[in-house]
């Protein structure tokens, strides 16, 4: 194989995916000295459009399907009994309940505890039907009715814990924008960290109702979970921009310009964050479904898996584009970019001219090269004359 030596090289400079002591660049470093990057601010009407869409399905889905809400929220019946639990638990004791033969009994949950304890939820049930179902699964478990607890959930308190999440979730988002503005001093980071948030609230909701999954307290607790996860991932990059962005006005480059490189030098890290944190929470998920059935697990999984990885897009692309388009839109940042639009072009035309003037001074050379050679070569054919 013949050797071909490099531009770089035959040029004597040291090749951009190279160090100093000639030691090859890795991805991350590249794109966080900006030698390569991707244009995620550019193709921001792109990104919008596709949130735009998966938000439309998901609030169809919402609108359309609705949640499968847990007895906890809509009020129903508990029972609990001892029993040895094995792979065939969950089956067996479903299908005993359900073979009482009572109405309404399709949506009836039954969950494992510990490997001694199973709980089967139903929907509310009258002092008849609860004798039939406890005796079902008395006679299942292989002991006395007595041994087998009962508690009627209302759905009044279910609804106080509705009534107290929304009022949670709307406490958090107050507190997460003055957070945020006080820390960055800009509210235009506030509102696009808070249409992230509520962008991977959707998301996460609507994959429930596209699924089916129960909603459960679990299912609330993972949803808080991913939202400060959410929020963790879009400071971060937000960070790296209010880092870019110091001393704009001086720099050579445009808010959006700075705040894709910011994009570029946290996009590995974040990455890498994402993979790690859904890695085991996907081995949570597929435990609670495949091997468990249902239960909190699964619930809990479920609301993690889709807010984690919903949170680390939306912290690329949406939050970060959404706040370089209304930076844009500030006078300071309309004149910087028209000062920076005005300098280049008069660079362009310097550059215009100076290869014009080339040109023009390598056609004199030529000239003057043509004069000369016709004047030798009249000497020398007056010579053979």
Same mark, same amino acid.
């Given at each position: 194989m013949q050797?071909?030596?490099?531009?770089?090289?035959?040029?004597?400079?040291?090749?951009?995916?190279?160090?100093?002591h000639g030691k090859k660049l890795g991805l991350a470093h590249r794109l966080y000295?900006? =030698?390569?990057?991707?244009?995620?601010?550019?193709?921001?009407?792109?990104?919008?459009?596709?949130?735009?869409?998966?938000?439309?399905?998901?609030?169809?889905?919402?609108?359309?399907?609705?949640?499968?809400?847990?007895?906890?929220f809509k009020g129903g019946a508990d029972f609990s009994a001892p029993m040895a639990v094995n792979a065939q638990t969950v089956d067996t004791v479903r299908d005993a309940v359900q073979g009482t033969k009572l109405a309404d009994l399709d949506s009836t949950q039954?969950?494992?505890?510990?490997?001694?304890?199973?709980?089967?939820?139903?929907?509310?049930?009258t002092p008849d039907e609860v004798t039939k179902v406890r005796a079902a699964i008395a006679k299942t478990a292989g002991t006395t009715n007595d041994k087998v607890t009962y508690s009627l959930i209302g759905a009044s308190w279910?609804?106080?814990?509705?009534?107290?999440?929304?009022?949670?979730?709307?406490?958090?988002?107050?507190?997460?924008s003055l957070l945020i503005w006080a820390y960055f001093r800009d509210w235009k980071m506030s509102i696009a960290a808070i249409v992230a948030l509520v962008h =991977?609230?959707?998301?996460?909701?609507?994959?429930?109702?596209?699924?089916?999954?129960?909603?459960?307290?679990?299912?609330?607790?993972?949803?808080l979970t991913i939202l400060g996860y959410s929020l963790y991932?879009?400071?971060?990059?937000? =960070?790296?921009?209010?880092?870019?962005?110091?001393?704009?006005?001086?720099?050579?480059?445009?808010?959006?310009?700075a705040a894709n490189m910011a994009v570029n030098q946290?996009?590995?890290?974040?990455?890498?964050?994402?993979?790690?944190?859904?890695?085991?929470?996907?081995?949570?998920?597929? $435990?609670?479904?495949?091997?468990l059935g249902s239960g909190p697990l699964m619930d809990l999984g479920l609301a993690l898996f889709v807010g984690m990885i919903a949170g680390a897009y939306s912290s690329i692309?949406?939050?970060?584009?959404?706040? $370089?388009?209304l930076k844009e839109k500030e006078p300071a940042m309309k004149e910087h970019r028209a000062k920076l639009e005005r300098s280049s072009q008069r660079s362009a035309s310097r550059n215009t001219e100076a290869a014009a003037a080339t040109v023009g001074a390598q056609a004199a050379s030529l000239t003057d090269a043509g004069r000369t050679q016709r004047t030798r070569t009249t000497r020398a054919t007056r010579k053979n004359k």
């Open positions: 050797y071909v030596p490099s531009d770089e090289q035959l040029s004597g400079e040291t090749p951009k995916n190279v160090d100093s000295i900006g =030698d390569i990057s991707w244009d995620f601010i550019g193709h921001r009407k792109l990104f919008f459009a596709i949130s735009a869409a998966m938000l439309g399905i998901a609030l169809g889905a919402l609108v359309l399907m609705g949640l499968k809400l847990g007895i906890e039954v969950l494992t505890v510990g490997s001694n304890e199973v709980k089967v939820q139903t929907r509310t049930l279910g609804k106080q814990i509705t009534a107290k999440g929304v009022q949670a979730l709307g406490v958090f988002m107050v507190l997460v =991977d609230l959707i998301l996460t909701v609507g994959i429930y109702a596209l699924v089916g999954f129960t909603v459960t307290p679990a299912t609330l607790i993972g949803v991932d879009t400071v971060v990059v937000f =960070d790296k921009v209010k880092e870019n962005v110091q001393g704009l006005t001086g720099q050579r480059r445009t808010y959006s310009e946290v996009l590995v890290r974040s990455l890498n964050t994402t993979i790690i944190g859904v890695l085991p929470v996907a081995a949570l998920l597929f $435990a609670g479904v495949a091997v692309f949406i939050a970060t584009p959404l706040l $370089a388009w």
